[in-house]
């Protein structure tokens, strides 16, 4: 990348996306072509053909992008350069109350196949809660990046320069410099996530928890959020002395992976070639994605009753219109080459963490001894409902848990 070209700080971005594009994608869903289905199927062998078929109608004849390019950009919106990794985030500051600590640093982070659109109904919610019916003393400094390969970012660079994968555990060391170097913050922040926002946030409360530097600023991340638990304790099973609630858990848990799970296998081994399919096929592309919308989320069979039309193709819509629907598998072979699937035997992650066990997640959510060995549990919530898409399937849970947790730090009081 030429020296000229860079942003050694936030540059203001405005998503503006090039009528060709949309041209081109009414094009190829005009001449999309169903493949036979099976009789009476269902969602039992993946996408319902009757469900894509009715998204692609909507696609076609009622679903506007501009909406969404307005949404979006009704947001700060900024790229940045983190060493040769150029960066998407949201950045919207928090209400300022006088007399009153400044609004506490919040790193939220999306996972596959989620992006940013996954949070644009709550960032004002977080960064202006007397807007909604809240206490401005609860207010966030939201930022929400879009993660290397998704999105308006760019493809991951690996350490030595080159393109190609990366794991969760480098990008945390780029979510860490962009709070404390882009972003200048002199003062600890939280970070929140779910699926790989989960692991890139454990792996940021692991490597970079709150330090003090010159003259006694302390920066780094003082607290953690989750609401899946991705990264595994470095522990033997066989030797560990697991509770009864831990061995039913993961006899539940190990049971449905090899029916939920084929695509990860998929994405770790052979990236590359699923990315052709899903760059070249809005409609292969959308049921690649809206399946684990049904399968993960607690839409009792029907994803219409947790998500409408347009959000899913908002979501879908991301990874089209910026061609990242193969650069965002990537992730699954990074974090098998970087080997940041667990946790190094003994530690744990020493920041204060909330667990938030929402019940119909792609996996059902761990017991608290499971989360303690890995996590310096603080707060665990059990969910009445919702999924793994969980700021978007139950928001004012999601928020209240976040704001519940947070709260007592913003004036220095431990959170026991």
Request: charged share 25%.
């Amino acid at each position: 990348m030429p020296e000229s070209t860079r942003f050694e700080t936030p540059e203001p971005f405005r998503i503006t996306m090039p009528d060709q594009r949309l041209d081109d994608l009414d094009e190829r869903l005009r001449r999309w072509k169903p493949p036979a289905g099976i009789d009476h199927a269902g969602w039992d062998y993946g996408t319902d053909p009757a469900f894509l078929r009715e998204l692609v109608d909507h696609w076609r004849y009622a679903y506007d992008w501009r909406r969404l390019e307005d949404e979006i950009n009704g947001f700060p919106n900024y790229l940045v350069d983190i060493g040769p990794q150029r960066l998407h985030f949201i950045r919207e500051p928090g209400t300022i109350v006088r007399g009153a600590p400044p609004p506490v640093p919040l790193l939220v982070t999306h996972g596959w196949p989620g992006s940013v659109v996954e949070f644009l109904h709550v960032i004002d919610t977080l960064a202006h809660p007397e807007r909604h019916g809240g206490d401005a003393l609860d207010a966030f400094d939201v930022v929400v990046p879009s993660l290397p390969g998704y999105g308006w970012s760019a493809p991951p660079v690996r350490a030595d320069g080159t393109v190609g994968p990366i794991g969760p555990r480098a990008i945390a060391g780029l979510w860490h410099r962009l709070m404390v170097e882009a972003l200048n913050y002199q003062r600890p922040y939280v970070v929140q996530g779910g699926d790989w926002g989960s692991t890139v946030s454990a792996w940021v409360a692991f490597d970079h928890p709150v330090t003090k530097g010159e003259g006694d600023v302390e920066t780094g991340c003082q607290a953690l959020h989750l609401n899946m638990m991705a990264l595994r304790p470095g522990i033997d099973e066989r030797t560990a002395g697991l509770t009864e609630a831990e061995t039913q858990w993961l006899v539940q848990a190990r049971a449905g992976r090899s029916e939920k799970t084929a695509y990860q296998r998929i994405q770790s081994t052979k990236p590359q070639t699923l990315g052709v399919g899903l760059a070249d096929s809005p409609a292969g592309l959308a049921a690649w994605i809206v399946e684990k919308f049904h399968g993960w989320s607690d839409c009792k069979g029907d994803p219409g009753t947790r998500f409408s039309m347009d959000r899913l193709l908002d979501n879908i819509m991301v990874y089209w219109l910026t061609g990242t629907a193969g650069t965002a598998t990537w992730l699954y072979r990074g974090v098998i080459e970087e080997k940041s699937l667990a946790l190094p035997p003994g530690r744990k992650v020493e920041v204060p963490t909330a667990f938030a066990a929402f019940p119909a997640d792609l996996a059902p959510p761990p017991p608290e001894a499971w989360v303690e060995r890995a996590f310096n549990l603080r707060r665990y919530t059990k969910m009445p409902s919702g999924g793994h898409f969980a700021a978007m399937e139950e928001p004012d849970l999601w928020v209240a848990d976040i704001r519940d947790f947070v709260r007592p730090m913003r004036f220095g009081a431990a959170n026991d």
